[in-house]
């Protein structure tokens, strides 16, 4: 074979198809106001699209006039035990009484109190400080902590309770009907972005059923993002998106408190960390999505795009919503009115057939969505998979 005959075959040879990600055909919402620029490249990584818009606004901690007061108070009295729940909130209250010349007499008072860490995290800001912890829960859980302190007493003892952005009334006020004099810390703060407009849109899109998962890194976060929709008047939509195909990927049980007490379920890694979740997420959400073997083919569906033998094809949010409407109810004929409701109250007598035609021409099979005269439409289930028409 000459040269130019061997150069010409190489080239005629089709290039590898880029591998499918897990999270490729997903939307996913970020929610978080720190990290979240490291949590939406793992996600993109993943093969993730990604809506970002931070829930909350934290407050300066050298801002803050009560933290201050609270450690004047315990430098001069020091507490007999001191919980710290987070790394960030430890060093940054520490990194705040060094502004106020205040750090020195905090920590040396800490020498001498009992010192309990929430999670390794925590573990390592008071170790960062000079000092070293009496325990740590494994599964970093406030409630072991609080455990942990009831079964030893806290009667006639002065606890220090960092706070991590919201209050903890249960966890408090368990130690002070134990009898212990509660010293809450709020290192930081938590309130509403200055500009709200990302986050109304991020909330919308979800609201809206474009969104596959909503991640979240903080309570406080979770409680901003639903306290916004009751501003907005997308609270129950936003809390029906999330019971329903949204999935809620928290970092851990924490996080995910404000949303369980709304009846929302979630989801979160056995570890507390981004990365945890980020994996999480890339095995829960491809498991969502059923596959189908239609016309010889098999069809799983994606978010915003369809697998198809282990292509991606992205598909239009209103061809999806129908193409959803079939795959509920695969083999089985859907009519015209359920379809032409999956479209939304402007579509015309037409849409549907219009609509059908165009996912036809994405998926590239006919056979793949069966016309049944008279009747609507169906996905044609293989034979075998079919159930009684």
Known sequence: MSRLADSVDRLSVPAPAAPIEPLTGFTVA?????????LTALLRRKGAEVICAPALRIVPLSDDRRLRAVSTALAERPADVVVATTGIGFRGWVEACETWGLAEPLLTGMRFSR??????????????????????????SSGEVLDYLLQRGVSGLRVAVQLHGEPLPDFCAALRMAGAEVVEVPVYRWTTPEDVAPLDRLIEAVAAGQVDAVTFT????????LARTRVTGAERRLIAALRGGA??????????????????????????????????????????????????????????AVL?????????????????????????????????????GDADAHAVETAVARLRAVLGDSRIIQTVVKRGYRLSLDAGDCPDR
């Open 115 to 140: 010192l309990l860490a929430r999670g390794p995290k925590a573990k390592g800001a008071i170790r960062a400080a000079g000092l070293n912890e009496e325990w740590s829960p494994p599964s970093e």
């Open 218 to 225: 903080s309570a406080p976060a979770a409680a901003g993002l």
């Open 247 to 304: 999935l809620a990927m928290c970092v851990g049980p924490v996080t995910a408190g404000p949303l369980m007490a709304r009846d929302i379920p979630a989801v979160w890694p056995a570890r507390a960390r981004i990365g945890a979740l980020v994996k999480r997420l890339a095995e829960e959400l491809p498991e969502s999505a059923p596959t189908l073997p239609v016309a010889g083919h098999e069809l799983r569906l994606r978010g915003q």
């Open 308 to 344: 198809l033998d282990g292509e991606l094809r992205p598909v239009s949010p209103a061809l999806m919503r129908v193409l959803r409407e079939l795959a509920r109810r695969p083999g089985q004929v859907r009519d015209r009115a359920e379809l032409l409701a999956s479209l939304g």
């Open 30 to 38: 970020v929610t978080a106001a720190r990290r979240a620029e490291e």
